[in-house]
């Protein structure tokens, strides 16, 4: 879902089966290795999968019609230091 800022709601649908996968994977040239875990995962439980997730604060940008995501922040964020909500 676009709000005129980017994308503020987005969705996917994950592979079902290891075939699926390993094919997606040739195609943009990722290394089997790397995966290993989720080959064998999809090997042994292939179930199809999806999920969405909502950018809070491109949705509060959008919301009060301001133009720097900097303020909106919910969690600020500092170089070096982890915040922990």
């Known amino acids: 879902m676009l709000f005129g800022i980017g994308e503020v709601v987005g969705a996917g649908?994950?592979?079902?089966?290891?075939?699926?996968?390993?094919?997606?994977?040739?195609?943009?040239?990722?290394?089997?290795?790397?995966y290993k875990w989720y080959l064998h995962m999809k090997n042994h439980h292939?179930?199809?999968?999806?999920?969405?997730?909502?950018?809070?604060e491109r949705f509060i940008l959008w919301l009060i019609k301001h133009s720097d995501i900097r303020d909106c922040q919910?969690?600020?964020?500092?170089?070096?230091?982890?915040m922990t909500p």
Request: charged share 30%; aromatic share 4%.
């Open 46 to 56: 292939p179930i199809k999968t999806s999920g969405f997730g909502m950018g809070v």
């Open 74 to 82: 919910v969690i600020p964020r500092f170089n070096g230091i982890q």
């Open 13 to 34: 649908e994950r592979h079902k089966d290891v075939n699926h996968v390993k094919h997606a994977m040739e195609k943009l040239n990722v290394k089997e290795e790397q």
